[in-house]
């Protein structure tokens, strides 16, 4: 059985930094990424590591910063300088956007 548990998200103040994780099971792919949806929006691209190469949209890859333990089969996301408009529901991905293998997302709360 696939799964992918996030966890990390949380309410922080605008300037703060939180590093979500995604532990997966039952699955090992070479890409690994985050999406985020925020209320009203479509889900849209953050971050991937795919055979150790990092992808960022171009708006974030200056504040975040995607990493894996493969020991771990874990993947991680370094979000620093947070706006409210990080504001979103942070989802973990295995296998890119058109598999299955989706978490069920961690909330993340920018706001002063």
């Known amino acids: 059985q696939v799964q992918l548990v996030e966890s990390g998200g949380g309410l922080v103040q605008p300037g703060e930094s939180l590093r979500l994780s995604c532990v997966a099971s039952g699955i090992f792919s070479n890409s690994m990424g985050w999406y985020r949806q925020a209320p009203g929006k479509q889900r849209e691209f953050v971050a991937a590591i795919t055979n150790d190469i990092e992808y960022y949209a171009d708006s974030l890859k200056d504040r975040f910063t995607i990493s894996r333990d493969n020991a771990k089969n874990t993947v991680y996301l370094q979000m620093n300088s947070l706006k409210p408009e990080d504001t979103a529901v942070y989802y973990c991905?295995?296998?890119?956007?058109?598999?299955?293998?989706w978490g069920q997302g961690t909330q993340v709360t920018v706001s002063s």
């Open positions: 991905n295995a296998g890119g956007p058109s598999s299955r293998a």
